[in-house]
C-alpha cells in the first residue's frame, strides 16, 4: 500500500491536474449539485449495486482516511480533486464531516451532477454515456502505469 501511495503523489507531484467543471446552468434552469450516490441507487439499483461490489473508487474514501495520516494538508487536497465526488466544485465534497455522502468516488464523479436528474428523471439533466475520455482526467498516462488501471466503462460495474 504504501508503494502505491507515493507513487501517486509522485505522480501527482509532476502533474496538473485538470478538472472538467459541470456545464453552467442556463437561464430559467436550476444549477445541478453532487447528490451522493446512495441518491442514484433507488432507480439504478443493479448498476448501484454492481458499482459498490466491484468498483474500488465506490470506497475511496476508506483509503483517503489511511494515507491523510501521512500527507500535509495540501498534499491531501490535491488527492480530494479524483478521489471524492464535486471536490471544488459547487455542492462538491467540502470534509468528511460536512459532506460525508461525497467522500467516496461516486456515481456524479463520471456522470457529473446529478440534483436535476434524480428530481426530474430526464436522463438529458446528465451524461449517461461514457468514454475513456471522461476517465482522462483522473486516469491519466501516470497514473495507468502506477496504478495498472483498467477501464470498466463495458466490465460489469457499470
Do not use: W
Request: positive net charge.
Amino acid at each position: 500500500m504504501g508503494r502505491r501511495i507515493s507513487r501517486c503523489l509522485l505522480a501527482a507531484a509532476s502533474l496538473t491536474l485538470t478538472l472538467t467543471l459541470p456545464p453552467a446552468a442556463t437561464a430559467g434552469e436550476p444549477a445541478a449539485r453532487y447528490v451522493g450516490s446512495q441518491v442514484c441507487a433507488p432507480c439504478h439499483a443493479g448498476q448501484h449495486e454492481r458499482f459498490m461490489r466491484y468498483s474500488k473508487k465506490a470506497h475511496s474514501s476508506k483509503n483517503l482516511r489511511l494515507m491523510a495520516k501521512g500527507l500535509s494538508d495540501q498534499e491531501l487536497t490535491s488527492c480530494y480533486g479524483c478521489h471524492t465526488t464535486g471536490y471544488g466544485r459547487p455542492g462538491g465534497f467540502t470534509d468528511f464531516t460536512a459532506t460525508p455522502q461525497l467522500a467516496d468516488a461516486g456515481c456524479e464523479v463520471c456522470h457529473g451532477p446529478g440534483s436535476v436528474h434524480a428530481a426530474s428523471g430526464d436522463p438529458a439533466a446528465i451524461k449517461g454515456r461514457l468514454t475513456l475520455a471522461d476517465c482522462e482526467p483522473c486516469h491519466n498516462d501516470p497514473r495507468v502505469h502506477s496504478f495498472g488501471y483498467k477501464p470498466l466503462l463495458n466490465a460489469g460495474a457499470h
